[in-house]
């Protein structure tokens, strides 16, 4: 995995750009602490920062490749699971390679398919192409966006990276918000809009969506999207096929040349994939797999059983370690430290974010990082398998709204009055546009239908916070996490199985827990749904107190003239009266606090400027 940055401009010469290109890659150095390399021609700039984990010796960046009269020089983010197939046919059809790298299997592709490249491929990817001979800048991401691309586009150029803050190192690109990115942040955030960068001008390339800029113009094209079609295997097939391919999606991201392990909560999902990674490495006479799992200090003496967490981790960790034979660490994070690493997982994330969900990650990651380069965690399997309550609770279910933030009320009670009027329209919008857009069928059920909206809310909103807070809170920290579930096959299927299907047996994830029944422990199996675990003790939640009250009632504060004291004050000295979350599962009172202070943190530091 790494960074990847790059700016393409006809009117200037980047040669005399240096110093800001310097600035760009510096930026991006978190991402890619083993290596890094430019490419600067005229009027085109490709940067790379790299984290070493296929061919070490000879992967380095940018790289360039001819085929005949023909020249391509290639700046990329991801890892390939389809490596050995491509490189194979491609070798059939004559072409040679030096190295051992994924990245030059995807340049190769690009030589020889051109654009539609991106549909041989399968893994998690950004990446950019210069193609000499026709003057273009190429850009691709995965589909379904597990690497980010974000750029800006101006009058004649085109400036792209990995991060945001990387753009914001461009004088070209200044830190100025709007109206439509205010209410991203304070209506929606910490999710936000595919393709929305929050700064006015800021887009991102959108899962499954590749671009092509020529100097004047940006051509932009999907080359996937959620597409209803018959599911026509019965429920044993179906089983079967779940397992075929989650256990083929999770061999195939196994493969790496430095060291990899596994995050375990004991929950269904990481059970799986931990499961998988331990038998593979049996079969192939490896040692045992490494697991990680993440808890806060005295967090089981402040434990709080709730419809979204009913059952703290540790008790379920120890079955699957004991089942699987692994070699477990246990990594306890102090409160203090999580406080403190609000301001760090917005620096990682370049965005305010799931606050402490982050920060806890951040930290999480940076331990596992002195030991390992590559993990595989178990993100997403809930948004594609019905794993979250909302899915289950009709009264939820068919509620015309986003689930995971159904009520714009408590985001209001700390608003001032006259601040975005017309935010309900826009956040109501968003959320029509997407039910729109979903394809059915007209054999559908009331009820399919409905299972088909809410996969793709799931989809497009809440699995792609997720995803973006797992990119950048390990990232930062120089660590690859691998995604299985996320493999773009899978979410096909799944978009596809019928609601009596995937809820088999009336469970949330009913068909992913028939896939593995009998090969893990009963007692996971048959556990109910645990998100991410977060933090209980009220030290917490008194220091986010402490520090959202001096921003409130600081004069200084960008926030001064948005947020309404006396609703915040409620919150601190009501925590238990919020009736519904600021957005999912874990995001309450100490929450809606330290979102506070990650606004103010991230006005101020970046020195927004506000544009309405």
């Not at 005229?42 to 009269?69: F, W, Y």
């Not at 979350?581 to 606090?593: D, T």
Request: overall charge negative.
């Amino acid at each position: 995995m790494c960074g990847i940055a790059g700016w393409y401009d006809k009117n200037i010469n980047l040669k005399d750009a240096q110093t800001v290109l310097t600035e760009m890659s510096a930026s991006m150095s978190r991402r890619g602490p083993d290596d890094s390399g430019s490419y600067v021609e005229n009027n085109i700039a490709l940067l790379h920062r790299r984290l070493a984990v296929i061919d070490v010796e000879n992967g380095s960046q940018p790289m360039t490749k001819a085929l005949g009269e023909r020249e391509c020089t290639i700046a990329y983010n991801g890892e390939l699971y389809n490596t050995a197939e491509l490189r194979e046919y491609l070798s059939s059809k004559g072409h040679e390679f030096k190295t051992a790298s994924d990245t030059e299997v995807v340049l190769t592709a690009y030589l020889h398919w051109g654009e539609e490249c991106v549909y041989r491929l399968n893994g998690i990817f950004a990446f950019a192409v210069w193609d000499k001979q026709n003057q273009e800048l190429f850009l691709a991401r995965d589909r379904i966006g597990v690497k980010p691309l974000f750029f800006y586009e101006y009058g004649g150029g085109l400036i792209f990276a990995s991060e945001i803050k990387t753009l914001l190192r461009n004088p070209l690109v200044p830190p100025r918000v709007d109206e439509e990115g205010l209410s991203e942040l304070f209506l929606i955030g910490p999710g936000r809009t595919l393709g929305q960068g929050i700064y006015k001008g800021v887009g991102e390339i959108l899962p499954g969506e590749y671009a092509v800029f020529n100097g004047e113009h940006l051509k932009r094209r999907r080359y996937f999207k959620l597409q209803a079609h018959e599911h026509t295997s019965d429920t044993k097939q179906s089983i079967r096929e779940v397992r075929e391919l989650l256990t083929d999606s999770i061999e195939r991201q196994l493969v790496s040349d430095v060291p990899l392990c596994c995050f375990l909560s004991g929950g269904l999902d990481s059970s799986i994939i931990s499961y998988t990674a331990a038998e593979y490495n049996r079969r192939n006479g490896l040692a045992p797999i490494d697991t990680y799992s993440v808890d806060y200090t005295d967090n089981s003496k402040y434990f709080q059983k709730s419809l979204f967490q009913p059952t703290p981790d540790s008790e379920f960790i120890g079955i699957m370690v004991d089942a699987i034979g692994s070699k477990h660490h246990s990594v306890t994070i102090d409160n203090y430290d999580l406080f403190r690493a609000l301001l760090s997982a917005v620096d990682a994330r370049d965005l305010p974010g799931m606050v402490d969900v982050d920060s806890s990650l951040l930290l999480f990651c940076g331990k596992i990082k002195k030991d390992f380069t590559v993990g595989l965690s178990g993100e997403c399997a809930d948004e594609l398998f019905g794993g979250h309550p909302w899915y289950h609770n009709k009264s939820i279910l068919f509620d015309d709204n986003f689930p995971w933030s159904r009520s714009l009320d408590i985001r209001r009670s700390i608003l001032r009055k006259d601040f975005l009027p017309h935010g309900e329209e826009y956040v109501r919008q968003r959320y029509l546009d997407t039910c729109r857009k979903t394809e059915k069928l007209k054999s559908d059920s009331r009820l399919d239908a409905r299972m088909r909206e809410m996969f793709s809310l799931n989809f497009h909103w809440f699995m792609q916070t997720l995803l973006d807070r797992k990119d950048r809170m390990s990232m930062y920290n120089g660590l690859e996490v691998r995604v299985p579930f996320c493999d773009y096959r899978i979410v096909d299927y799944a978009f596809n199985l019928p609601w009596s299907i995937k809820a088999l047996g009336g469970r949330e994830k009913g068909i992913v827990r028939a896939a593995f029944q009998g090969l893990l422990p009963d007692s996971i199996i048959e556990r109910k749904k645990s998100p991410y675990p977060k933090t209980h003790n009220p030290l917490y939640f008194e220091l986010c107190a402490t520090k959202a009250r001096e921003i409130i009632y600081d004069n200084t504060s960008p926030l001064y003239d948005i947020i309404d004291p006396e609703g915040v004050e409620s919150i601190i000295q009501n925590p238990d009266q919020i009736s519904s979350p600021w957005y999912g599962q874990l995001m309450r009172a100490p929450q809606i606090l330290a979102y506070i202070i990650q606004l103010d943190y991230w006005f101020r530091k970046n020195t927004v400027s506000i544009e309405i």
